[in-house]
């Protein structure tokens, strides 16, 4: 039973690292309709920003700052240079040209920082861990993961909800051209959406960097799932996206955690070890084709246009 | 007849020429990987040429176009490993599972567009890839030696280098042939209105899933030979050539090279693959005369940095590829 | 116009390996230098290029050419790099590969020219059995040989029970396999996780824990072997099962691994302080130049070079003595970093197995440490397989 706890805790951090990133794509392409494939690149600069600023200050919580400052400068660098030209093109022009943005700075971070990756140590208080029931200990980071991620999404909804700023976004995903009309620097709100994505991915690329490390490619994998997490959720849902990506964490960590004992049930042992890991690969893309095909627009579309 | 004399058509005729005479210069130089290259080259052009089918004329961003490639590998090499390397068992199988898997992922993903469908290829993809990492049978992630080319009792060999190449040739000539006829029918007027404005092309009586269905059903059954070709050239079959990243070099080929043109694809293969052989020793040697040589040898290993830039500003700038670069350049 | 003429200059770029009379060595080196693992890649190229400085960059008299192709980690660009090397520069030896997929996929081509590949690193069971070739040879190991020492380590640690993780690809379950070919407790529990992709061990530590095993044997190559290492400190389990691996921490993951590594023993067929000459020499002045330790790929490509220089000495430069060159081959007539060590039928080393640890040195850096001999003249368990006798 415990250990069906500590899955779910697993699930759950996983998940809350998704949302943060998917959070950020999904107003980028909710906003301006733009398939941002580099935004996997703006999370690996802002695991190598927190590295390189943790290792010249002494603290992580003064290089996690100081890295979403820097990449937020970056995000909207980037806006501005390249992402604008690429504004109501066909989707495939986003994906090409983005796709040669990932190119791009795969090679710049291996020029400036070097081929072999970085590290990023914890300080000594978040590397322990806590006893949270009799029996279950979890390691204090991924607590702390969660709480931050919690947080930031309730302080991404209300701003969403409660604010002006918040409010344009929400006019500028529905009807693009009508907040341009009523006199909106629609190229500004552009520019800081973009930049607050961009923030949303270097704080989950910091965040994952002490457990996992800072490596040049490391966005693609997780921008994938990231995807998928704004397909099942409804592009432009951030509440979407919130529950898609709880619910695509807890699967996978769940498949990978008890579908070899599953399948343990039906075939051998030898059989099992085998199918299970490529099963469990699979499921995430299972269940998005499913929703796919039950829900094209996904869980929660945003009413549109 | 001066309308036939443009300079796109001059590129493309000369380029024909050169691919068609490859092996008498390999042979006179003695030079036999110019053949492996280009071999290459002319095979994954002729898959390109069937991705162009559905993305440049249909408007379908098909990112697991690869895993045809992967099909029709696979058909080869599971058959000759228990036994069978008969070409004509090997070659029909291979046909036949592409097909297959083509209807099922068309049927499911056409039912969505944009980005939507960009996924749910991709998700296709990721599903076909990791479970061929699960063959442990037919090796897994390791991959599949395949020790003999397909056999067809006497008819032809083709172990032959030469005459494997020209059968790619031949092949490829076929499949641009065929993809131009399609697209210029009726069937490739409604896939390609289809693109445009889908709604309108039902409001008019098509019945446009079921053109578009087909359409994707052709192109992954050219993609699956193309595969089986590809695996007796490379003698060698792994899940990596289903890769998601495979699809989007595919892709790349079709879009710089020129979408909705029967010679775009072509164009880009070979502007891609000579690429990715040819700039690293360029710059090494355009280096050399300003900066010394392990300083030359670092700046070539980072020629990718050129590479995303550049397809950005393919993407804003030619929008038609080589083959619009070309056309526009010949009109003034 | 402008296409046909950049093709045209391409061709003629290309086209530009003549074949003249053979006035050096050509070797073709075929490792890893984009990407992540590019760090592996340029430890084996320093080391090569330092044996070769220590050659005096000659051999039997002959100068020394090194092209450095890079596979780019992917089976279809090794063996296209590969058959570059073979058909257009030409070469007469073709060493090194880092990834066993990239090994089997390259392996055709160059045997089919009869052309000598040594591997420097990758060795998959296929080609220590059945497809063993007289024109294969390795300065590494055979893939299963070094699990099956940990696991004999294990026994000799009297480990009753183990949990094993390892990373779901063809070299994972090998190592996993290696180990349970020679372990002879109950193994609770066995965990592939999904690679390259999966990063987060958070469900498999988990499972770990309340499987309660005494001891837990791990293989994560490269950067994952950083993040596991990570993940099992701050899950608790460091200090309350001990950890046994492979290839998991080795000179070029230690700087990232920093203290997480102390007390985390592997086995290994060289570690940097084996007390020969030849060993000293190399990690000495690698050191010095470099600034930093070999790692086990530096060592056994060191070695690859000398084996080459053995055959091409033996011959006294002539090359076309491709039977001579073997026969010396097979006497492993040089001085090893890992000492003296024989040839299997299937030219496989049969060497000794090291237990190495992680410990502070002199001046206060990590480094690797032979702490016990697991085996001696431990022969792969795939060489009945290969038909070669001589």
Sequence with gaps: ?305 | MTAWFTLRNVVVAGLLIVLALVPVYASVTGNAFLMTLFTRIVILAMAATSLNLILGYGGMVSFGHAVYLGFGGYAVGILAQEGMASGFLQWPMALAASALFALIVGALSLRTRGVYFIMITLAFAQLAYYFAVGLERYGGDDGLTIQRRSQFAGLINLSNRTVFYYLCLLLLVGTIYLVWRLANSRFGLVIQGSRSNDRRMQAIGFPTYRYRLVSFVIAGTICGFAGALLANHTGFISPAIMHWTRSGDLIVMVVLGGMASSFGPLIGAVALLVLEETLPPLIRLIAFPFVEQPVALKISEYWQIVLGPLFLLVVLFARGGINGLLKAVGRD | MKKVVIGAAALVTLAAGPAFAQQSVKIGFVSTFSGPTAVIGNDMRNSFELALDHLGRKMGGLPVEVIYEDDQQKPEVGVQKSQKLVESDKVNFVVGYIWSNVLLASLKPVIDSQTFLISANAGPHQIAGSQCSPFFFSTSWQNDQTPQAMGHYMNQKNVRTLYLLGPNYAAGKDMLGGVTSTYKGTVVGEDLTKWPDQLDFSAELSKVRRARPQAVFVFYPGAAGVQFLTQYAQSGLKGQIPLYTAFTVDAITLPLQKELALGVPGAQQWVNDLPNDANKKFVGDFRAKHKTYPSFYGAQSYDAANLVNSAVVAVKGDLSKKDAMRAEMRKANYASVRGPYKYGNNHFPIQNFYLQDVVKDADGNLTLKTVATIVENNQDRFSRECPMNW
């Design chain 1, 1 to 305: 039973m415990l250990l069906v706890l500590e899955q779910c805790l697993n699930g759950l951090q996983f998940g809350l690292l998704l949302f943060l990133l998917a959070a950020g794509l999904t107003l980028v392409f909710g906003i301006m309709d733009l398939v941002n494939l580099a935004h996997g690149s703006l999370y690996m600069v802002g695991a190598y920003f927190a590295a390189t600023f943790t290792a010249w200050t002494g603290s992580f919580i003064v290089g996690a700052l100081l890295a979403l400052g820097a990449t937020l400068i970056v995000g909207m660098a980037v806006e501005v240079i390249a992402m604008r030209r690429l504004y109501g093109r066909d989707h495939l022009d986003h994906v090409l040209g983005t796709f040669g943005l990932i190119l791009f700075f795969n090679e710049l971070v291996r020029i400036i920082w070097g081929p072999a990756g970085m590290s990023l140590q914890l300080p000594g208080w978040l590397n322990a861990w806590i006893e949270i029931l009799p029996d279950l200990e979890y390691p204090t980071y991924r607590i702390a993961i969660i709480v931050t991620a919690l947080v930031v999404a309730l302080f991404l909804y209300l701003m969403v909800m409660r604010t002006r700023l918040g409010m344009l976004i929400r006019a500028g995903a529905s009807n693009r051209e009508m907040t341009g009309a009523l006199g909106i620097n629609i190229n500004l709100l552009y520019t800081i959406v973009f930049g607050l994505g961009a923030a949303l991915a270097a704080l989950a690329g910091l965040m994952q960097a002490p457990i996992q490390t800072v490596q040049i490619g490391m966005g693609e994998n997780i921008l994938i799932l990231a995807f998928v997490v704004i397909i099942i959720g409804g592009i432009g849902s951030i509440r979407g996206a919130f529950i898609a990506a709880i619910l695509v964490g807890l699967i996978d960590t769940l498949g990978r955690a008890f579908l070899p004992d599953l399948m343990r049930l039906f075939m051998s042992s030898r059989g099992a070890s085998q199918v299970a890991p490529a099963l469990s690969s699979m499921l995430i893309y299972l269940l998005m084709a499913i929703v796919l095909v039950v829900r094209p627009a996904g869980l929660f579309p945003v009413s549109n246009k």
